[in-house]
Structures are given as structure tokens and as C-alpha cells.
């Protein structure tokens, strides 16, 4: 069996050297795939940080999570460039259901696709026509069992190093510079191919032509079922596991072909998770400290030394080490002293729930589910458009921490970068500083909450319910109840159950204001009316004071959405029906609350030309409130035409609202009807 040109070593080390073929170790690997991606500034919580691309691509992507991920980069890029990194474990600690293993999958995932790219491809190599060599009984192909890269070989063709840098510099033509690059990651060859190679080259009489006709270059397998490249290691339970599941143990199987007893080959390191992932993988081992004591110290051995040791033989390891924990085991783990030395070993990284209620939206997506979802009669299972908000925000509040500077709703509005009357970014700062001071992790900002198993949890209970599926619609509302029985069945701990159950009142009255601005839309027969007489209020109080308004009060100004000149009649009784709405009883208070919009509005338009104030809750309750009252005589006389519908008047503008509703705002019959009753009744209405 001769080896084609192609797979030889010296064909190997020459496309190295001409940058067809990549050597680098696993974290300058992961390092080099994060950092070629597209790189953004996003400001998280008053703090600018960073976003990479390469986590948000994907159809089902990392969402938030900004400082774990910019954590886990400065990691890999302090190990890439040598730094003390390189000799620890990345632990991510957190909640259940916050996404830590989701993040560490989706990273793996996509390190595969990296490697698959040609030019990033790892390759190994592998001794053929063993049988010749006589001690080897009939085994005539053996790999490189840690997938070593046919550098390391290259780097250890000779006993001396010397002999090995005058190979590379005079047969590959590689320069000084370029070897002392090299010898950045040199490390010896695992103990069997060692031993291989020497007993190759005793064969040949130390002619290396001759040795070099034993060895072929051939990619290491990406096959994501067999565990190499990215390989992952869940703990088991007491009796099953053991060390020989991380490290393999001698075969009995290879022992009926080796004469030689000393040859290191007879241990199958393959049987163990950490050799498939050895030739620059990613090690991934879920809930780590669940593994019992004595894994745990062989976890300790590896992540220092980077080796697979067994018997005193060595094969040193290229991988990147990446695991996960819940809270609970974690601090389980610390409480015993003697256990220091593995958590010096390991950078840890808190991972919060997401508080970003925007964000939380797209989750809650995840959890709804893409694909059309139908009845248990197998009939088509229509969303209300509210659902999801009122899920985002129920969730949201939950994972928010009460504080004496912010209301719940404030921390939430400010957590996703809206706009919170007086209240600054600063503020929210502040609170999560302060809470950040506190050595309880649990008491930190956004690590206790609903996590997204218990959103999952609570959207299957809707979906099993008898009105869901006699209704043919999921309706907003009934989340509430889902979320409630969620909260009694899973959270043990009374105060935080109390806590919960208050969130879930705040959130039902967020999800009532959702309610009177979609009312209003269906009655003026318009998806956007709302937003509308909101921005008009916007414009006109910017445009009272103008040196250009004439006796009629018509202003001209340009819009920043369209760039069109456009005209509006400055309405004051209008102005001051919202200013009373909103308890601005006094010239002060009036002039007060229009600067801080007028300066709300130069920040944010110079940035976002399409900002509409919608996240404004007070001004958009009261300019809603405000024209229902003109329009129609208050929101009461509406709910009173839409419930009493004897006379034929009051019937046909609930028949123009239903249709409204059913073909501009995407209801269908039953949450229609369900959301105008809801609207009828005075529940949670603050």
C-alpha cells in the first residue's frame, strides 16, 4: 500500500508553508472564527459592549446575552495569544433553562462548519503496513489515536530539536521566523506514535525517505455523531462512570495482535471523550461538577497539563475546554474547601436570564415554535398577535429584581434601552452595580426568574387547554393562567412564588394598555392611528414655540421618516387633554414633561429616524385615553356601545371593529371576540 503524493508529510508541510493549509491550536482556531466575523457596538444596560456576528447567524441563533459571550471572546483570545487562559477550563454557571448549554452547542456547531472550509480543515496522520514491521501481529493501519496534526510530527521527526528546525528550514523552506511561529505550539509527540515512529525508523535502519513511505496525511473525520472535533460529555451517575469514559483504558482486543508489552498502543485512548477531540476540539462537559469526586480530579490533570495520562504514559492534548453548571451543584462544589484547586482552574461566567423584554420576544418565538401548530382535532391553531408580548413581558418581569430607586416597570423599560419617563440609563446603572455587589449569586440582577423551559412549560398548557382548542386560537390572556399554574407547580420557594405572582399582576396591566391602544386602532379602522396622534402630540409641542407659526397655528416642518415637508394645525386644547391625562396640572410640570420629550426626541431621531415613542407607556395611555374620550365619548360610552349590543348602531360598529380586527390587525374570530370582551370588563385595569 503506497501513499499517494497528495497525502505524504512533506506535501503537508510544503501546503503549510504556502498558507494553503492551516496549523494553529483550538483557540487560536475559535479565536480567528469569532474575530473574522462582523464585530458591532451595542450599548446593553448603559454600558457599550460588543456583538459578534458570527452568534447571531443562524436560523435559530444566540439571542442576548452580551457579556457572557464578550466574556468567553476575551477568554479564547487571552489563550490564543498565551496568555494563562490557555491552562483553564471556560465554566459557565447559571439557572436552568437560561440557554448555557444552548450557547456552547451552537458554538460547536458552528467550529464544524468552520473546519469545513478547506483552508481551515484539520488533518492527522496515520502509519499503514504495520504488518511489516513483525510485532504488530495483523494490524496493518493505526491512527494517530489523539489526532495529533502532521505538524507535531514534522516537529518530532528527529531526537533533536535542532536536527527537526534544520529539517523544516532546509527540505520545506520554511524561514527562521516562520519556525519560531511554529514552535509557539510545539508539543511532543502522544506517547504511541512516539513509540511507532521509533520503532518505524529502528525498521528502517534510520532512513527517513524509507520511514516517511510508512506515514499518510488524511483529515480528521467531522462527523458530528462520532464525537471528534466537538464531543460532549454529560455527567452520569455514580456507579456507571468513570475516568476510563474521559481518558480510555487498555485493549484487550490489541493486546491479542502487540507482542511488546511496553508498547503504549495497547491503551484504546479512543474509548475516552477527550481523545476524539484532542487534534484542536472542543471539549464540552455538561453539568461538571454533577460528575463524582475522582472525574473531577481527572478533569483537574487535564485542564492544567493539557495531557492524557494513564500508567505514566503521556499524550499531550489540543483542546478547548468548555463547560457548564447550575448554581446549586456549583455552590455545593464550593462549600468544600478541599475542592479549591479545581475552581482555580476554571474561569467561571455567571449567566443571567435575558432581561431584555424586545429580546425575550424573539425566545418566546423559539418556544412557540416556526411550524403551523393545530388543534388535537388536527384543525389549524391560529396566534392572537398579542400573545407573544404579553408571554415577553410576563417572563421578563419575573427575572427583574425588585429595587427601591426603579418600578418593575421602569427596570424593564430601561433594560431593553427604552425610554422610562424621568428615570435615566444611569439609574438602572446604579441597581445592577449595587446588586452586583452581592457575593450571593442568586441575588444578582437577572439570575432568578422564569427560565425558558418554564415559558415552554407554560405555552404547552395553553396549548393543551380545552378553550385553546375549542377556540382554535391560543388568546393572549390565557398565558396569565398558564404562567400562574407554572409558578405553583415549579418554584419551591414561597417568597419567590409571592414575587412571581406579583410580577403576573404587573404584567396582566401592561398587557390591558397593549389592549386600549389595539381597541382604539380597530375603532378608527387603522393599524397605526395610535402612533400617529401620538407623534402628532410630538410634533406639536415642538412646534408651538416656533418663529414661523402664523395666526392660524399651522407649522411646517420635515419629516424625519420621509424627508417630506409636511403642514399640521397646532391643536393646544388637544395638548392640554393629553397634559391633564397625564397629571400635569401646572405650567411648570407642563413645560417640564415637553423638554424632556423634545430632548428625548434630538437624541433619538438623529439615531433612529423611525422612533415613534410607543415605548412610552404614560404618553401613549393618554393620548389613546384622550381620543377615545373625543371621538367617542369615552373609553366607558365604547365599552358600553361594544357590550350592549341591542340597537343596530351599537351592532354595526362592533361588526366594523371585529372586521378591523380580522383583516388589518391579524385576529382571527375567537381572539377578536375574546379581546373586545376583555376590553368590555374592568380586570386589571390600573
Known amino acids: 500500500m503506497a501513499v499517494q503524493e497528495s497525502n505524504t508529510l512533506r506535501h503537508h508541510l510544503a501546503a503549510v508553508k504556502a498558507g494553503n493549509r492551516a496549523f494553529e491550536n483550538a483557540f487560536q482556531g475559535v479565536a480567528r472564527m469569532i474575530l473574522e466575523s462582523e464585530i458591532k457596538k451595542v450599548v446593553v444596560n448603559g454600558k457599550t459592549t460588543y456583538d459578534f456576528g458570527i452568534f447571531r447567524t443562524g436560523k435559530k441563533h444566540v439571542i442576548g446575552m452580551y457579556d457572557e459571550i464578550n466574556s468567553f471572546v476575551s477568554y479564547v483570545k487571552d489563550a490564543a495569544e498565551g496568555g494563562s487562559s490557555k491552562e483553564m477550563a471556560y465554566v459557565l454557571v447559571g439557572e436552568p433553562g437560561n440557554g448555557k448549554t444552548f450557547l456552547v452547542e451552537f458554538l460547536c456547531g458552528k467550529y464544524r ?47 533533536g530539536p535542532a536536527e527537526n528546525r534544520e529539517f523544516l528550514a532546509r527540505e520545506i523552506g520554511f524561514s527562521d521566523e516562520e519556525i519560531e511561529t511554529l514552535y509557539e505550539n510545539y508539543r511532543p509527540m502522544g506517547a504511541c506514535s512516539g513509540y511507532i515512529w521509533n520503532d518505524i525508523r529502528n525498521h528502517c535502519g534510520g532512513d527517513l525517505e524509507k520511514a516517511l513511505e510508512f506515514v499518510e496525511i488524511i483529515p480528521v473525520p467531522l462527523i458530528e455523531s462520532l464525537g471528534t472535533i466537538t464531543g460532549k460529555y454529560p455527567a452520569k451517575d455514580k456507579i456507571t462512570s468513570s475516568a476510563v ?29 477527550l481523545a476524539r477531540v484532542a487534534g484542536g476540539g472542543i471539549h464540552f462537559s455538561d453539568e461538571i461538577y454533577k460528575n463524582k469526586k475522582d472525574l473531577v480530579q481527572v478533569y483537574l490533570g487535564v485542564i492544567q497539563n493539557r495531557n492524557i495520562e494513564i500508567d505514566g504514559y503521556k499524550w499531550p492534548i489540543d483542546t478547548l475546554i468548555v463547560a457548564t453548571s447550575n448554581n446549586s451543584e456549583f455552590n455545593l462544589f464550593l462549600s468544600e474547601k478541599e475542592e479549591a484547586p479545581i475552581v482555580d482552574r476554571c474561569r467561571i461566567c455567571y449567566v443571567s436570564h435575558n432581561t431584555n423584554y424586545k429580546l425575550q420576544s424573539e425566545l418566546t418565538a423559539y418556544s412557540i415554535g416556526s411550524e403551523a401548530r393545530t388543534t388535537l382535532s388536527r384543525e389549524a391553531l391560529h396566534q392572537d398577535p398579542n400573545l407573544n408580548y404579553a408571554t415577553s413581558v410576563a417572563a421578563v418581569l419575573t427575572r427583574l429584581p425588585r429595587s ?149 397655528k399651522m407649522w ?19 395638548i392640554q387633554s393629553v397634559e391633564d391625562r397625564l397629571g400635569l396640572k401646572t405650567d411648570e410640570h407642563r413645560e417640564s414633561f415637553r423638554t424632556s420629550i423634545r430632548k428625548i426626541y434630538g437624541q433619538k431621531i438623529t439615531v433612529d429616524p423611525n422612533y415613534d415613542f410607543m415605548d412610552n407607556l ?20 365604547l365599552i358600553g356601545a361594544l357590550a350592549n ?36 370588563t374592568q380586570e386589571d385595569d390600573k
Open 404 to 552: 427601591e430607586k426603579l418600578t418593575p416597570v421602569e427596570t424593564m423599560k430601561l433594560a431593553a434601552g427604552e425610554v422610562a419617563g424621568e428615570k435615566s440609563i444611569k439609574a438602572l446603572a446604579e441597581v445592577i452595580d449595587t446588586l452586583n455587589q452581592d457575593p450571593d449569586i442568586i441575588k444578582r440582577f437577572g439570575q432568578k426568574g422564569l427560565g425558558q423551559r418554564n415559558m415552554g412549560r407554560a405555552l404547552q398548557l395553553l396549548i393543551e387547554s380545552s378553550e385553546t382548542n375549542e377556540g382554535h386560537c391560543m388568546f393572549a390572556y390565557d398565558i396569565f393562567k398558564s404562567l400562574e399554574r407554572i409558578v405553583l407547580d415549579y418554584v419551591p420557594d414561597a417568597n419567590d412564588r409571592a414575587k412571581y405572582l406579583e410580577d403576573l399582576k404587573i404584567a396582566k396591566g401592561l398587557y390591558r394598555e397593549r389592549i386600549m391602544t389595539e381597541m382604539f386602532n380597530a375603532y378608527m379602522d387603522e393599524p397605526m392611528a395610535i402612533r400617529k396622534d401620538v407623534m402628532n402630540y410630538v410634533n406639536m409641542i415642538i412646534g408651538i414655540d416656533a418663529e414661523n407659526l402664523g395666526p392660524d
Open 556 to 574: 411646517k416642518y420635515k419629516d424625519p421618516q420621509s424627508k417630506e415637508l409636511r403642514a399640521l394645525k397646532i391643536d393646544e386644547r388637544y
Open 618 to 637: 404614560e404618553l401613549v395611555k393618554a393620548v389613546t385615553d384622550v381620543r377615545l374620550k373625543s371621538d367617542i365619548a369615552g373609553a366607558g360610552s
Open 645 to 680: 349590543r341591542t340597537n343596530e348602531e351599537n351592532q354595526k360598529l362592533y361588526d366594523r371593529m371585529v372586521d378591523t380586527m380580522l383583516n388589518k390587525l391579524g385576529y382571527c374570530l375567537t381572539c377578536a371576540q375574546k379581546t373586545i370582551e376583555y376590553f368590555c
Open 113 to 159: 462548519e468552520f473546519l469545513s472550509n478547506p483552508k481551515n480543515r484539520k488533518y492527522t496522520f496515520r502509519f499503514i503496513n504495520m504488518d511489516q514491521l513483525g510485532t504488530y501481529g495483523r494490524i496493518k493501519i493505526i491512527e494517530s489515536q489523539t489526532y495529533e496534526d502532521p505538524m507535531i510530527m514534522g516537529m518530532n521527526l528527529f531526537e
Open 245 to 273: 469514559d474521559l481518558l480510555g483504558e487498555e485493549s484487550i482486543q490489541r493486546l491479542l495482535h502487540i507482542t511488546d508489552t511496553n508498547n503504549p498502543y495497547r491503551f484504546d485512548l479512543r474509548r475516552g471523550a
